[in-house]
């Protein structure tokens, strides 16, 4: 069984910084694509960075320039630094990750950027 495991979420000024991390385990394989989605309470979920195990990179156009997806395929973790951080980059953050044809999501991780 497949467990991701996300940590790094938090409280940060506006400006600030904050890295998460998604280690995803349970899995004999490297994990195809990895990504960040947020979630407002009220909106639907978004992609936030996606990359594929080529390297491949998508990024929101609200974010980019400011956060940098990377991953670490020995350990099947995803990482997402963000910088430069604004009020409206306040959201749960959910981890994503694909083995084959199986979808994985995380629990979530609360970012807060106070302004």
């Known amino acids: 069984q497949v467990q991701l495991v996300e940590s790094g979420g938090g409280l940060v000024q506006a400006g600030g910084s904050l890295r998460l991390s998604c280690a995803a385990s349970?899995?004999?394989?490297?994990?195809?694509?990895m990504g960040w989605y947020r979630q407002a309470s009220d909106k639907q979920r978004e992609l936030v960075a996606a990359i594929t195990s080529g390297g491949s990179i998508n990024y929101a156009d609200s974010v980019k320039g400011r956060f940098t997806i990377s991953r670490d395929n020995a350990k099947n973790t995803v990482y997402l630094q963000m910088n430069s951080l604004k009020p409206e980059d306040t959201r749960v953050y959910y981890c994503?990750?694909?083995?084959?044809?199986?979808?994985?999501w995380g629990r979530g991780t609360q970012v807060t950027v106070s302004s």
């Open positions: 349970g899995s004999g394989f490297s994990a195809n694509a």
């Open positions: 994503n990750v694909v083995f084959g044809p199986y979808v994985y």
